[in-house]
């Protein structure tokens, strides 16, 4: 006797084997403008902060460090600013998001913070939401750091030190 299925992961199934699916060349694409964006936010990020705000808006959320949900452009970019250390972003990824045309960006590198010595690993993903222009606003921010050395930090694959 077969194992039956349950109808509503039957149903879902079936949804998803509908859902749009992208040319290669509009993948790339997308992946290449979300990685132009990236790095525009970056170069922003690091002449002048406050213009960050031009690529949020009032319904983009920050979670910051899984401690504070911050909402709002001027509240995202107040707090950015308040962040004042010297970092190192050593990988971008983009992905895009197939059904919505947007996309998705982890970056990943070092932060040094509060002046010390030893940089912990900082840890940033974005959800890029697209625009009727064509370009991208973020719509989620994640921002977290960790420090691997201290006991009880999350290291890959869900297991703690």
């Given at each position: 006797?077969?194992?039956?299925?349950?109808?509503?992961?039957?149903?879902?199934?079936?949804a998803?084997?509908?859902?749009?699916?992208?040319?290669?060349?509009?993948?790339?694409?997308?992946?290449?403008?979300?990685?132009?964006?990236?790095?525009?936010?970056?170069?922003?990020?690091?002449?002048?902060?406050?213009?960050?705000?031009?690529?949020?808006?009032?319904?983009?959320?920050?979670?910051?460090?899984?401690?504070?949900?911050?909402?709002?452009?001027?509240?995202?970019?107040?707090?950015?600013?308040?962040?004042?250390?010297?970092?190192?972003?050593?990988?971008?990824?983009?992905?895009?998001?197939?059904?919505?045309?947007?996309a998705?960006?982890?970056?990943?590198?070092?932060?040094?913070?509060?002046?010390?010595?030893?940089?912990?690993?900082?840890?940033?993903?974005?959800?890029?939401?697209?625009?009727?222009?064509?370009?991208f606003?973020?719509?989620q921010?994640?921002?977290?750091?960790?420090?691997?050395?201290?006991?009880?930090?999350?290291?890959?694959?869900?297991?703690?030190?």
């Open positions: 006797m077969e194992p039956s299925m349950d109808p509503e992961i039957m149903d879902w199934i079936r998803e084997a509908k859902r749009p699916s992208l040319d290669r060349e509009t993948f790339d694409r997308i992946r290449a403008e979300a990685k132009r964006f990236m790095e525009d936010y970056y170069r922003t990020f690091d002449a002048n902060r406050g213009d960050l705000v031009n690529l949020y808006r009032e319904e983009s959320v920050l979670n910051f460090e899984d401690r504070e949900i911050i909402t709002g452009k001027e509240a995202i970019v107040a707090k950015l600013t308040s962040v004042q250390c010297p970092y190192h972003i050593s990988n971008l990824v983009c992905a895009p998001d197939i059904p919505h045309r947007g998705f960006a982890q970056v990943t590198g070092f932060i040094w913070l509060d002046g010390k010595q030893e940089a912990v690993h900082l840890c940033q993903s974005f959800y890029l939401s697209p625009t009727p222009q064509g370009g606003w973020i719509s921010h994640n921002w977290s750091t960790h420090d691997f050395r201290q006991k009880g930090d999350l290291l890959c694959n869900g297991f703690t030190v």
